[in-house]
């Protein structure tokens, strides 16, 4: 990078609005990123509509033609999930099956809208055939109902079930329930909506899968199913980089995978998300946590440069780190830093980035929003056959389905299901699961695929579902692998040593939370959230300490994937990172800047200070000193790097 575009970066953004600006501060941000675009509102409003008046209803033939109206927008809706349908196909490996199952859900409850209670055929149907047990909509059509207010009338029916049913899981606290019968919700808004832009065009329903290449979507929230459609489908990175909320939490998974992504999640208030229009010209600036509304054409230009300049950055950090796998601290200690991935067009950075290895690949993303899905045994033979290939020689640790919180859970078990019900579905899957994994080593005659249980709380646990791996290989007539276990709960960190895991993985977006009571799905308690409390730090500190046992113990949770934390984790003796793959080049840098004894010596004045504020503060001064890590987890621009890493040692690259 020259020293002019250097100094560019250095140079502070213009603070008050110019001439026609709207300037919205205090936005959240999960990566800071610079994202220009125009706005893409996803329609949320359901429109009630109007009945016609009585002298229309009058007409002899007004209940006929209001079926035929009925009859007609149900043939358009069939044929526009059919198309989505038909799109599925286009989508990478392991997402086609999973998008194909969302929109048979939703198929199976537009073709539930046409059940008559006679023989005669729905498309031959007349308002004289619809018996007494017809469906619904069609006796509100047959009693007068125009086809738009029986349709609406009918399907809120459902919605309204629906929001007592999530009203009874939050009473409950049962969070999986509640995100299930979102999800619901979400289904049924959108099937009205699409009944709504059949029978009126004028209303135009739309998806973020609709989302135009490069727009900003302005939405309340985003379902984690729904990230599969910021990715492009030919499987070449992302094709949104930037979106505008107002619900969920930092640390919720959507958000999570989004920062994996480099992709920067904004969220504002609900009144501020509500003022802005379709196609509105907008800037997320991420390391300011603002966004700008209808800049004037010269802070455009300002924020193009300074977006430019950061990939420019970040482009010239890859370089760098790209022929060393793990990278050495200050002081010439060895630390492992990994990739956790996702997606299979993940894997198109790793030989760019050059994790060691891919610590953590979350197979629940494979199937995540699509409720009732189960995937073959050779489905996913094909997906880890192609992850492996694409893995450039690396091992991958390949995460089990993880049952819990707002993955795979309500996606899978209905809320009435009974433990033995739950338990059936779960096995079921898993072995789905380890069997395909194991062939794939037998067949590929290869050690580089692992796996990992998530969610273990007991040893009793852990040896039940090894048994269950070594039973498959039994009935295959192949080696079995012994797993390892992330450690998400507190209830396990006793049972460590009489574990019978490979390996240990630390997953601090459950651990965090089980440790300070922090409900991280909770908008109104995430600032809990604190990776700095003494209670998380002793924790870690214990945990580490397993090390000494002879087994690997990474760190795989959303804290090693945020530079502001790395120093507490090498602090606390954690030897191995893994972080999102778009994080790996600036993990492997500030790991090259810290010294152990010095990041030791944070953790412990940490332990010292009373409060959250005082951590932080302290935190980010000792960043910004030690590290040129600035508190919106951007580097110091500076003119003197740190030298290149060495390259001839040959453990630093295997």
């Known amino acids: 990078m020259t020293e002019q575009n250097k100094t560019s970066l250095e140079r502070p953004f213009q603070t008050a609005a110019r001439p026609g600006e709207k300037i919205i501060t205090n936005v959240e941000m999960g990566y800071p990123g610079i994202i220009i675009g125009h706005a893409y509102v996803i329609q949320q409003q359901i429109h009630t509509p109007i009945e016609p008046s009585d002298e229309i209803k009058a007409d002899p033939d007004y209940s006929q033609t209001e079926l035929n109206k009925f009859k007609e927008a149900h043939r358009r809706v069939t044929a526009q999930y059919q198309r989505r349908y038909d799109q599925a196909g286009k989508l990478p490996v392991e997402f086609y099956d999973s998008t194909e199952q969302m929109i048979e859900a939703e198929q199976m409850i537009v073709s539930q809208l046409t059940r008559p ?262 489905k996913w033979y094909e997906i880890f056959s192609a992850l492996l290939d694409k893995a450039g020689g690396r091992a991958i640790t390949i995460r089990s389905l993880d049952f819990a919180g707002d993955k795979i859970d309500t996606h899978v078990f209905n809320p009435n299901d009974s433990t033995e019900e739950r338990e059936e579905k779960m096995r079921e899957r898993l072995e789905s699961q380890f069997r395909a994994l194991l062939r794939v080593r037998n067949d590929k005659d290869t050690n580089k695929l692992h796996l990992m249980f998530p969610m273990i709380r007991t040893a009793a646990e852990f040896s039940k579902l090894q048994g269950h791996v070594d039973e498959c290989a039994s009935s295959l007539g192949v080696k079995t692998i012994r797993a390892g276990a992330m450690i998400e709960t507190t209830a396990v960190i006793d049972d460590l040593a009489e574990m019978k895991a490979g390996f240990f993985s630390v997953g601090t977006n459950d651990l965090i939370p089980h440790i300070i009571d922090f409900d991280r799905y909770n908008k109104g308690a995430e600032k809990e959230y604190d990776p700095t409390d003494k209670r998380v730090i002793s924790v870690l500190e214990k945990i580490s300490a397993s090390q000494e046992s002879g087994r690997e113990v990474s760190v795989c949770g959303d804290m090693a994937t945020d530079p502001r934390y790395m120093a507490i984790l090498i602090g606390t003796g954690f030897e191995h990172l893994s972080c999102g793959i778009s994080r790996v080049s600036l993990i492997k840098e500030l790991v090259s800047r810290v010294d152990i004894e010095k990041s030791y010596v944070l953790v412990q004045s940490l332990k010292k200070l009373p409060t959250k504020a005082e951590r932080d ?38």
């Open 117 to 378: 209670g006679s023989t005669v055929s729905f498309a031959d149907c007349k308002i004289d055939d619809i018996g007494e047990k017809a469906h619904p909509i069609l006796l509100a059509i047959k009693d007068g109902k125009s086809a738009h207010g029986a349709i609406f009338e009918y399907l809120n029916q459902q919605k309204e079930k629906a929001i007592k049913g999530k009203e009874s899981a939050e009473e409950k606290r049962n969070y999986g329930s509640v995100v299930l019968f979102n999800q619901q919700l979400d289904r049924l808004n959108d099937i009205i909506l699409s009944f709504q832009a059949a029978i009126n065009p004028h209303l135009k329903p739309n998806h973020i899968e609709d989302a135009p290449d490069g727009s900003i979507p302005v939405t309340p929230s985003i379902p984690v199913g729904d990230m599969i459609h910021f990715r492009r489908r030919d499987g070449k990175g992302t094709r949104i980089d930037g979106t505008v909320n107002c619900e969920g939490t930092d640390k919720d998974h959507s958000n999570i995978v989004g920062r994996s992504a480099r992709i920067t999640m904004a969220k504002t208030d609900r009144d501020t998300l509500k003022s802005i229009r379709n196609g509105d010209l907008m800037i997320i600036d991420g390391p300011q946590g603002r966004i700008i509304m209808d800049p004037a054409p010269e802070t455009v230009a300002e924020y193009t440069e300074a977006a430019h300049n950061q990939k420019e950055l970040d482009h010239e950090m890859t370089r760098k780190w790209r022929k060393t796998k793990w990278p050495r601290t200050k002081d010439g200690h060895r630390i492992k830093v990994s990739a956790n991935t996702g997606y299979s067009d993940e894997y198109g950075a790793v030989d760019r980035v050059n994790p060691g290895k891919i610590g953590l690949h979350r197979t629940e993303l494979t199937i995540l929003g699509r409720e009732g899905f189960g995937t073959t045994e050779d």
């Open 617 to 654: 503060q302290y935190l980010d001064r000792w960043n910004e000193q030690h590290l040129g890590l600035l508190p919106n987890r951007m580097l110091k621009p500076v003119h003197d790097h740190p030298p290149a890493p060495r390259h001839t040692h040959e453990h630093d690259q295997g």
